[in-house]
């Protein structure tokens, strides 16, 4: 497996070529664990994530829970049509930046949920149902592209009290060489005030 790392200070962005698929993973170090990231169980009230629309790139597919893998990256969706929602960081609805990813850029060209994440504009919607059938809505405030070695600790802290969802996949032009694409993409998204 060849791994590209970008700085996060103690974590970093992965990508991997695993089998057919390429798969965007978001890792972090075992020791010197980012304090910010640990979900505090004083704000434990939303429910876990299970499914997330995106109405203007046609998104509607299930969320599943994931952690670490055992080398420290956090682990994938299963199917290229799901997403996966880091379980050490905040739920979305909570406060602080919760982190989904998904798949993109399959090889031979094989469909996959992130795709078209880049469309996404300032202002468009992200909806997440959490198991109790409660609806998070987020609103898109920026897109960010990640050069593999730039330091992105903000895609999974924040300390501004307001509760954030970043959805991550791989960007950029694929390098066959070095077997990964040449940027990451990021959209940062801030829970909608009523």
């Given at each position: 497996?060849?791994?590209?790392?970008?700085?996060?200070?103690?974590?970093?962005?992965?990508?991997?070529?695993?089998?057919i698929?390429?798969?965007?993973?978001?890792?972090?170090?075992?020791?010197?664990?980012?304090?910010?990231?640990?979900?505090?169980?004083?704000?434990?009230?939303?429910g876990?994530?299970?499914?997330?629309?995106?109405?203007k790139?046609?998104?509607?597919?299930?969320?599943?829970?994931?952690?670490?893998?055992?080398?420290?990256?956090?682990?994938?969706?299963?199917?290229?049509?799901?997403?996966?929602?880091?379980?050490?960081?905040?739920?979305?609805?909570?406060?602080?930046?919760?982190?989904?990813?998904?798949?993109?850029?399959?090889?031979?060209?094989?469909?996959?949920?992130?795709?078209?994440?880049?469309?996404?504009?300032?202002?468009?919607?992200?909806?997440?149902?959490?198991?109790?059938?409660?609806?998070?809505t987020?609103?898109?405030?920026?897109?960010?592209?990640?050069?593999?070695?730039q330091?992105?600790?903000?895609?999974?802290?924040?300390?501004?009290?307001?509760?954030?969802?970043?959805l991550?996949t791989?960007?950029?032009?694929?390098?066959?060489?070095?077997?990964?694409?040449?940027?990451?993409?990021?959209v940062?998204?801030?829970?909608?005030?009523?």
């Amino acid at each position: 497996m060849n791994l590209s790392k970008i700085s996060l200070k103690h974590s970093v962005l992965v990508i991997s070529l695993a089998g057919i698929a390429l798969f965007f993973s978001l890792g972090f170090s075992t020791q010197n664990h980012n304090p910010k990231i640990a979900l505090s169980s004083a704000q434990a009230d939303a429910g876990f994530p299970v499914r997330i629309r995106i109405p203007k790139i046609n998104i509607d597919t299930s969320v599943e829970k994931v952690g670490l893998t055992p080398e420290g990256a956090m682990s994938v969706p299963m199917y290229p049509q799901d997403t996966a929602w880091f379980d050490l960081g905040p739920r979305p609805g909570e406060l602080g930046s919760s982190v989904i990813d998904g798949h993109s850029g399959y090889k031979d060209n094989k469909p996959a949920v992130f795709d078209n994440l880049g469309q996404l504009q300032k202002g468009d919607k992200v909806y997440i149902e959490d198991e109790k059938g409660e609806i998070n809505t987020f609103v898109v405030r920026e897109l960010r592209n990640y050069d593999p070695n730039q330091n992105a600790e903000d895609v999974f802290s924040s300390d501004d009290g307001i509760s954030h969802l970043n959805l991550i996949t791989c960007g950029g032009a694929w390098d066959e060489t070095d077997k990964t694409h040449s940027s990451r993409l990021v959209v940062f998204t801030d829970k909608e005030t009523e």
